[in-house]
């Protein structure tokens, strides 16, 4: 409950945060010189908490895949450096023109392989297609539960082995949780964000491409530590560094 | 007195709790409300009237789906299966795809059926009119009904005669896409999914047991059967196998699923003569799939 609190208190701040950084800006032309990016690294302070082991044999099948590596939660994944994975990056606020409405034509896909999904967390654009697919010989199915009030509809479609793959895109940008009922450990994410976006990899790295000059806030999402932002101002054709650190808890 | 403070202390604090759950659970007010009690249904030939159902709804419904339609109704933590919440726009019994929402329809067919193992009763005592009345005061409660039109619903082709191949084909589609994994073997709702499902909100369901001649919450025809499973039942854990299942296949599935059934059926006078064991979760998966 209280974590619940702390999340609704930041997510206010971060949007008097947001507000004020529009503010500041608005007014400001966005420069049509080359593309930049923006890169760096995202870091957890302190031991990453234990990730409970998952017991899968209530399916044989999902235990025999993982008889010599046992799955675990994938809420906090740290590498050896404390680079933190699955953490997505987005431009929460400065963008304009196509840079927000262009749409990526590449098709990110969602595999449901050994009973997990991989990746735990797909990022995508509003109205980007994505592929969700199984590996498995197992039957699952792909429940993501949206919000409905923010236009994004929840669906359920039956995956069992052999299934074609199921081809979707959302329409508002959201958090959105997806789940199989079949085998209730797997729980990943849907991040849908307006405008480019990276996710970052096993060492914490990541590089948001195609994004014009101008002055932005990046956001970071993980899914147990919640989001934070920074500024930051990217020249044309230039690399911008924004770095962040999550604390453990 | 303070001993009876002490007695009542922790009714007190769940009335407080059930108090709050309405207000933390409901997204939109009356304002938001207000402005779509225009809303029409169209059922046959019939025009339903959002504003016509209002003194129905408040007589009928309101004490479970409540004045916001948001299902935290006064009767709501007494109920189990939980009242819908009309606000989001999600229902269970559609002939639309999943993710679509129901036809006008589909909505009045729900009220006229009740929904079976639930307090949601049979209305179908009302008219036909009051019905689709209460359908357009149903719709006026999401915002879905403004921003998307109903899914297309999906095709049923004809019933085809029941054979014997078609029921052990039936059996083979129950053991491919696997239904055994939440409905169990014998259709028992005891397979090794059974006990860990939950609902959309995150409540417990409970698998449909096939065998204790109970009527699906979505209807019990033949064609009812065949669009369960072929929409998925949103909200729940059971998918739709639209893009698994085709539609012959579907059939064959139907035949083998009243087969399960305890009723006298003729699918289960020709299961018996077969000698149709349950499908064994254990036989590898069918190969060239």
Redesign the interface.
Known sequence: MKSRYRRILSAVLSTVVLIGGGALILGQRVNAAGEGKITGSVKLNGAAPHMKGIDMS???YCAKAHATDPGHLETVVAGANGGLENVVLYISDGLSGSALTDVPTAVPVFDQKNCVYTPHVLAMDIGQKFKVVTSD???H???P?PN??T?N????????????P?EKSWKAAEVIPVQC????WMHGWFVVVKGPYATTDSSGAYTINNVPPGSYTVTAWQEEYGTQTQKVTVAGGQSATADFTFKAK | MRRTLRKWSPFIAAAAVFALAPALSAQLTQYDLEPRSGMESHIGNITGHAKDAKADYRRFCVGCHGELGDGNGENFPWLDPKPRDFQLGIFKCRSTPTGTLPTDEDLSNTLARGLDRSNMPQWSNLTKQQRADLVAWVKHFSPRWVSEKPGTPIQIPAEPEVTPERIKAGRDVFAKVQCWKCHGVEGKADGPSAATLTDDQGRPILAFNFTEGARPKCGSTDQDLYKIFMTGLDGTPMPSFADNIKPDEAWDLVFYLKALEPQKSKEKAIAKQLGLKPVDPNAPPPSGQ
């Open positions: 209530k399916d044989p010989q197992t039957a199915n792909i429940h539960n409905p009030m236009g509809i929840p669906w359920n479609q039956s995956q069992p082995p052999g299934a074609p199921v009922n079949i085998h209730p």
